[in-house]
Structures are given as C-alpha cells and as structure tokens.
C-alpha cells in the first residue's frame, strides 16, 4: 500500500472514566486523514466519558462490566474492518492529532507496527522498574529491544494485527503485542509523537498503579515464556 492508494483507517480507544479529555480526544482523532471512524469502548466508566464520546462524533461500545484495558481493546477489535488500526488513549486530548505520524511508515511499507514515543515526562513518576522489566522481556522472548515498550499509542496494518491475534489481559497488552509482532519478523518503526497524557507521580496513586502494571507485565512475560518456550 503506498501514500497515494486510497485507505481507511479505524481509531480505537479504549476508556475508563475520561470524561475530562475523551471528547477533545475523539474530535482531534477524526482530524487524521484517513480516519472513517473513531470506536470508544467505555470500560463500565462511572463518569460521562460515554456520553461526551458520542456526541463528539465517536461510535461507542459500552460495557456492563469492567474488563480492563486488554478486554475492551478485544471488544473493540471486532469492529476492525478498514486497512490500519490506530489504538489511542483517551486521556489524549488534542495531541491525539500526533496520530497521523503512526500511520505514514505503515502507508510506506517501512513497517507493520509503529509505537509511538513520548517527550519526556513533565513531572518524575517512577523508578523505571515497568518499562525495564518489559524491555528485558521484550528482548528475551523476540529478540527485539523496544525503546517505549509500553506505550498503547500505535499503528497496525491488517497483517500485524492478524499475526498478535488479539490482546492480552490488563497491562500486559502493549508487551504481548510487540512480541508476537517481532517473533513473527514484521517490522516495528518507534516514532517521536508530541503526544501527552495524564502522568503518574510518586505519590500513593502513583505507585499503586505502577505496582499494578509490574505484576500484569510480570504475568504477561511468564505466560509468554511458557507459550514460546
């Protein structure tokens, strides 16, 4: 597929209590050239983030019950009939635009999977502790050292998304995907966005979400080396 071929692109984003930034998210995301849709799956949000989904011009998906990142991205992964997949997170806000920078190397052939980077963090968050314990994983089990091995920004072709075969459970969705990418010898191009989200700081929320996201990684890496060993 070249830049010049016709192409649709779908923007997944799964939520949970976004109400602050999911509609600035959607309408910047419908911005992206390409873009035909905009799918929310609202994760039993206790908040209006479906609601102001929907009237900012997003299709949404709403959940009885919350099934966490992994499971509202399967959900969702059911409406994927157009050439990419651009998955977004829906603390975004306007820099959800930073998008279109994912699907060019995809359009170009030069690759199958990208992941977005982020500028550096305004405020310190943790020790480093995740995105380590993901990128030694990463490398182990494909061979492949990712520089933002957790970020859920990314672009996917058809055939990526075919090979992964679906999304993990919790936190562990961005590493099981990149290494069922790499083991399958698709490309995978990391691209500098100027996206922000909401950071975690060192306070007690802040480590409890980061001690969450260690042991779903941590479990996601062992079911990995059980399956690929």
């Known amino acids: 597929m070249s830049c010049q071929d016709r192409y649709q692109v779908l923007v997944l ?16 995301a419908l911005t992206i050239p390409g873009v035909t849709r905009v799918v929310v799956v609202d994760d039993a949000s ?19 019950r919350n099934l966490g990142k992994g499971g509202a991205l399967n959900r969702g992964l059911k409406e994927f009939r157009e050439d990419l997949l651009l998955l977004l997170d829906g603390d975004l806000g306007e820099t959800a635009a930073e998008g279109v920078k994912l699907l060019t190397p995809l359009l170009e052939g030069r690759a199958e999977m990208t992941i977005a980077r982020f500028p550096r963090a305004s ?6 502790l995740v995105k380590g314990l993901a990128r030694w994983g990463i490398q182990r089990l494909s061979g492949y050292l990712p520089q933002a091995p957790l970020s859920g920004q990314r672009g996917l072709t058809r ?11 919790g936190y562990g969705v961005e ?26 700081g060192r306070d007690l929320a802040g480590f409890w979400h980061r001690g969450r996201q260690f042991y779903h990684v941590a479990r996601t890496l062992c079911y990995l080396h059980r399956r690929y060993k």
């Open 175 to 200: 590493v099981a995907l990149t290494v069922a990418v790499a083991r399958a010898g698709l490309p995978i191009l990391e691209v500098e966005c100027a996206m922000t989200h909401d950071e975690t």
């Open 13 to 28: 984003v799964p939520a949970h209590n976004e109400e602050k930034k999911i509609a600035a998210t959607v309408k910047s």
């Open 159 to 169: 055939k990526a998304m075919a090979t992964a075969g679906g999304f993990a459970e």
């Open 46 to 64: 206790t908040d209006r983030t479906a609601e102001l989904a929907e009237v900012a011009g997003a299709e949404v998906i709403r959940l009885s």
């Open 123 to 128: 405020k310190k968050g943790g020790f480093g």
